[in-house]
Structure formats: structure tokens, C-alpha cells
């Protein structure tokens, strides 16, 4: 029996293979991105940090401590490998060990808008156990992720279906009990469009399943008089003994904010803290210079000099109202005011400096990252590992290998599969996160004589809304193109000719190169040694802004291919 299995999973490889063999392929000798945002090149005073702490699309964050080391994982909707788990020991500099997702076996989102799949996860540690619980949004709901190590392997989901809501956290009292807080249907009948409601039930950790009834502890939000809308991500906290319960409330645009109520038993009943919310910006002036709005979805950790800090969501915005980057991870101590959590004071504007305290001052952090999380850096991949840098993405989860680091060592070999990137399954796209409103990224490559295939620069916010910046092999020239959707349908915007690249040490290559300021995107193409040429400058990209694309992600950027 052994023989047969051994058998069909070697057909099943060779069959892979050969199929694999017979898709067009192109060659990517290697992909850079330069970040120049000014915010990031005023002066850093010594003993203090730069916000956000990680740059570009990492929303909802979540935080847990174990010993010295802090360890925060993010929303990744419909991105493959899913949920990054980042680690630090300073609370500043951080660097991915690894991700909660990453098997094709363990989650697919075929069929799903970019926006669905995974939302707002939350870690917590506890007796050397590490948990995610997380929500897979029309990808199965509701379950639990466990591992003895962040860095992985994680346990193949363990799904909650009777859980009903989104937003799961765990939360560890002192006597040995544990609780699962969500967000869920208010009961009865919604009194209002978002109205919704905090619930609770006992966890058995032993057993992994919900036990007892389940309660609602907040209904509507802080004022139901006020018809709040959207109270979620709730998190329950233990200090002096209070439990904290705190909550995004509004939405998660410009009325988005924080707010926290307290009781000294879980069950409640929790009153709300008399001057909530203890995070917005949504009082501020939309066009204020350099303004970071949209703040809220936040999540607590206690240091071990016992000083607390917050992480949590905001947007560095253009032009009042838009942003290309998506929702990014801020950080900020907690104030105790009267036993009351307050993290940032009404009518404060979040700053891009902040004091590092306790055990972020002076303290280095771990070994960089091999992709920077804040600040302006320059960042590229040649492509000499075995194995793909953590900072790249796929869009879903793919069903089949198309991506190549062995077969010609050195280089990114992309067997093009057919898909657009208007899809709903897993096109030949290797993304990674536009993390500065100014940039500048590039490619080199190499096209095959053989033609069927186009290949170039992919800049995605979703299947709706993208750039591509690519050329295909036409006899002995090179048609260049640029094809852009802004949610009508794709067209080609722009497009050259140019006489093949003379081979140099047998290779001919085509660069490409993407730049930003803002909302104006500028598109250029060189092959073999010659000087940039412009294909299209100064572009209007606002419409990959999540104002005018919807959904909750962030635009990203990469080599892509497409078999034609």
C-alpha cells in the first residue's frame, strides 16, 4: 500500500512538473524598492522611535508578550502566506519569523474579492503555548492556530463553528479560567444599520471548545442612545482588579476610534469609561499637514516594567481623504488615568516621533530584517536564496507551483499561468507592500524568444484596480504596454516599441521601473544598457486609494507574468 501511495505522489509531482514545463517563462534577475517619504527624513532625537512601526498595509494589529520578547501578527485578507508573525524585543524594531498560514493545504479563497478571508487575528501566549485565533470571512469563519514556537509550525486550523461573529480574542484569568470575546449579531433584531454586539463565552483550552453560556457584554457600543456603529475587535485585559474591556467603535474610516469599559467581574456589567474615546483623530482637520487619521483597532500589552503600550491601526493620508498604503501598525505608551487605559489625549494628533521608554530606549532590537518596517530604506532582492524573502506575497492561495528558485539559480523563474489580475483565483503575481506615499521600484528581465507571454511590474490594490507595466516579445521587437484598470475594465493606456535587447554575456535584459508621489505614478522602461525611457509620467493612481477602490488592504507591487 505504502509502494502505490509512493507511487501517486511521484506522478502527481512529475505530472506537475512536465505541466509546469509546458507554461510559458520569463525571468526576473531581480526587483528593488526605494521608500523616500520626507516624514521619515526629519532628524530622529536620540530615545525615541519612528510611527508607524511597520509601514505600508499591516492593519488590525494584535500584541502578546512572552518574557522579553513581544511577538504581533496582522489582518492578510486574501494574501498567501497569511497572518506574519512579527517579533521584537524592544517594541520598535521588529522582524518576521514566520506566518501563521503558510500551507496551501491549510486555507483556500478562490472565488474571493482580495478583501475577504482573513480579518483583525489576535495572538496570545500562555504556559509556552502560543494561540491566534483569527476569522476566515466566507473561507470557513471562525478557529483557533496553536504552536510551542511563533516562528511555526503552526497547527492546521481548528475551527469554532459555533462561534458566530468575527473578531476573536482569548483572554487568561488568574484562576485558570479562560474567555472568548467577539463581535456578533446583537440580539434580537438590529435596532440600526452596525448595530452589533461584544459577546462572551468560557474557553476550555483543554478541550478547545466553548463551554457554558454565551453573554452579551456591551450591546450597541458605549451609548446605544447614540446609535454607534460597528463596536469590534474586542480585546479583555486584568489590571489591579479591573477587567478592561476595550473596543474599536465607528467604523473603520474617519469616525474610527477606541473606546474601553471596566468591571471588576469579566461577566460584567462594564461601564464605559467617562471620557471616551481613548483614541481618535476623527476631531481634527482633514487637510492638516502630514495628517494621520482613521485611528483606532487597537490592542494592549504590559512590558515587563510593567508600563503598557498600545498598538494600533491608522492611515497616513494625501490630499485630505485618500491613501494608496493601506492601514499601517502605530505604537504608543498607555496612560493610567484614575485606573483608566488612555492612549492618546483628546485632540492630539498621533505623532511620527515618539519617547521610547522603558525597555524600548536604547535597546537595538533583533537582527534587522531583510525587509525594513519603517523609515525610508532602500530594499532589493537578487534572488540567491533558496527560499523567497518574507516580504513577498501571493494573491490567494495557489493551487499549483509557478514560481521557480532552482531551476536557474540566481534568478526568479515565473511559469506564467494565464490569469489576469482581475481574477478571482491565484495569478502569476508575486506582491509586496507599497510602504511610502514616494518610491521608486524596479525590475530586470529576461523574455523568451518564444513569445505567449507578457511579463513586467504588476501595482495591485485589487482585482478592480491595478497597474501593469509589462512587454511581450512580437517577432524581433518588444511591444511595451502599460494596462490599467480603475474599475471599468482594463485598457492599455500607453505603449512603445523597442528593438529587442542586444544580448551581454548571453543574457538580454528589459528593465522596468515604477515611481510615486502621492496620488502620480510615472511608468519607464531601458533594455540592455540603455537609459530609462518614459512610457507614461505623472499618471492620477488615486483611484488606488481605498476611498475610491474600497476594501481594507493596501496597494503592492511585483514581478508578474501573464501566458497569453
Given at each position: 500500500?505504502?509502494?502505490i ?21 520569463v525571468?526576473?534577475a ?14 530622529l532625537?536620540p ?43 524592544d ?36 504556559h ?13 469563519g ?16 481548528i ?22 470575546v467577539n ?17 462572551m ?33 474586542p ?10 474591556l ?9 469616525q ?11 461577566w ?10 481613548i ?10 499637514t502630514d ?8 490592542d ?10 498600545a498598538?494600533f ?29 488612555v ?10 516621533q ?9 535597546n ?16 532589493r532582492?537578487d534572488?540567491n536564496?533558496?527560499?523567497l524573502q ?39 503575481f ?5 510602504q ?5 521600484a524596479?525590475t ?15 501595482v ?6 491595478w ?9 524581433g521587437q518588444l ?34 521601473k515604477v515611481?510615486a508621489q ?11 544598457s ?11 493612481g ?9 476594501g481594507f ?12
Open positions: 500500500m505504502r509502494s501511495v509512493a507511487l501517486g505522489l511521484t506522478l502527481v509531482s512529475l505530472s506537475s512538473i512536465i505541466a509546469r514545463a509546458q507554461q510559458p517563462a525571468s526576473f531581480w526587483f528593488e524598492y526605494t521608500g523616500r517619504d520626507p516624514v521619515f527624513d526629519r532628524p532625537p530615545g525615541s522611535y519612528r510611527n508607524p512601526i511597520l509601514a505600508g498595509f499591516y492593519p488590525d494589529p494584535s500584541i502578546t508578550r512572552a518574557g522579553g520578547h513581544y511577538y504581533l501578527v496582522n489582518s492578510t485578507f486574501t494574501y498567501f502566506p497569511g497572518i506574519a508573525v512579527f517579533e521584537s524585543t517594541l520598535i524594531h521588529w522582524r518576521q519569523i514566520g506566518n501563521v498560514i503558510d500551507r496551501p493545504s491549510e486555507l483556500t479563497f478562490d472565488g474571493l474579492s482580495v478583501s475577504r478571508g482573513l480579518f483583525a487575528p489576535t495572538i496570545r501566549f500562555r509556552g503555548v502560543y494561540y491566534v485565533l483569527n476569522t476566515a470571512v466566507d473561507a470557513g471562525n478557529y483557533l492556530s496553536i504552536a510551542n514556537d511563533p516562528a511555526g509550525p503552526w497547527s492546521d486550523p475551527w469554532l463553528p459555533q462561534l458566530d461573529g468575527i473578531d476573536p480574542s482569548l483572554f487568561f484569568d488568574d484562576d485558570g479560567r479562560s474567555y472568548l463581535n456578533g449579531p446583537p440580539p434580537g433584531k438590529p435596532h440600526y444599520e452596525g448595530h452589533r454586539a461584544i459577546w463565552q468560557q474557553f476550555d483550552l483543554a478541550t478547545r471548545r466553548l463551554i457554558g453560556p454565551r453573554r452579551v457584554l456591551v450591546n450597541g457600543g458605549v451609548n446605544i442612545a447614540n446609535k454607534p456603529v460597528w463596536i469590534e475587535g480585546h479583555l485585559y486584568k489590571r489591579r482588579g479591573w477587567y478592561y476595550m473596543c474599536a467603535e465607528g467604523g473603520t474610516s474617519t474610527h476610534s477606541e473606546v474601553v469599559l471596566r468591571s471588576h467581574s469579566p460584567g456589567p462594564f461601564r464605559p469609561y467617562p471620557g471616551n474615546p483614541l481618535t483623530q476623527r476631531d481634527l482637520a482633514a487637510d492638516r495628517a494621520i487619521a482613521d485611528a483606532g483597532h487597537a494592549l500589552v504590559e512590558a515587563a516594567d510593567g508600563r503598557w503600550w498598538v491601526l491608522a492611515v497616513r493620508t494625501y490630499d485630505a481623504v485618500h491613501y494608496n498604503l493601506g492601514r499601517e501598525t502605530f505604537l504608543l505608551p498607555v496612560t493610567w488615568k484614575d485606573d483608566w487605559p492612549i492618546l489625549p483628546h485632540g492630539a494628533t498621533i505623532p511620527y515618539a519617547a521610547a521608554t522603558t525597555d524600548a530606549a536604547g537595538a532590537g533583533p537582527a534587522a530584517s531583510a525587509a525594513p518596517t519603517s523609515g525610508n530604506f532602500s530594499w532582492d534572488f536564496a533558496a527560499t518574507s516580504a513577498w506575497l501571493q494573491v490567494r492561495t495557489p493551487k499549483a507551483p509557478w514560481l521557480d528558485l532552482q531551476s536557474r539559480p540566481g534568478w526568479l523563474t515565473i511559469h506564467a499561468l494565464p490569469a489576469s489580475l482581475d481574477t478571482l483565483s491565484n495569478p502569476s508575486l506582491a509586496r507592500r507599497q511610502h506615499m514616494n518610491f521608486e524596479s530586470a528581465l529576461e523574455l523568451a524568444d518564444g513569445g505567449g507571454i507578457a511579463a513586467g511590474i504588476a495591485f490594490q485589487n482585482e478592480r484596480y497597474y501593469f507595466l509589462g512587454a511581450r516579445r512580437h517577432g511591444q511595451i504596454f502599460l494596462e490599467k484598470d480603475t474599475g471599468y475594465g482594463a485598457a492599455v493606456v500607453a505603449t512603445a516599441t523597442s528593438a529587442a535587447a542586444a544580448p551581454a554575456n548571453g543574457i538580454a535584459l528589459t528593465k522596468f515611481t502621492a496620488r502620480r505614478y510615472s511608468f519607464f522602461y531601458s533594455t540592455g540603455g537609459e530609462w525611457q518614459t512610457l507614461l509620467e505623472d499618471d492620477d488615486v483611484f488606488l486609494s481605498t476611498d475610491v477602490a474600497g488592504t493596501g496597494t503592492v507591487l511585483g514581478p508578474y507574468a501573464r501566458a497569453e
